[in-house]
């Protein structure tokens, strides 16, 4: 449940931040363009780096050993 959330919080603030891109920096159809994608490109390795962190924890590769007294 929290990663489908998450996933589409990163998609409702990669479309916030494409319109605020687009309004803000209006300045020829090339440029645009760059700034676009360059936000496209940030929102989705957020998300990925995001993405990976999360679904490591779910299996951990070391595994913590409890000593005895515990």
Known sequence: MGFLITT???LVVGIIASLCVRICCNRGPSTNLLHLTLVITATICCWMMWAIVYIAQMNPLIVP??????
Do not use: A, G, R, V
């Open 65 to 70: 050993i409890l000593s005895e007294t515990e």
């Open 8 to 10: 589409l919080i990163f």
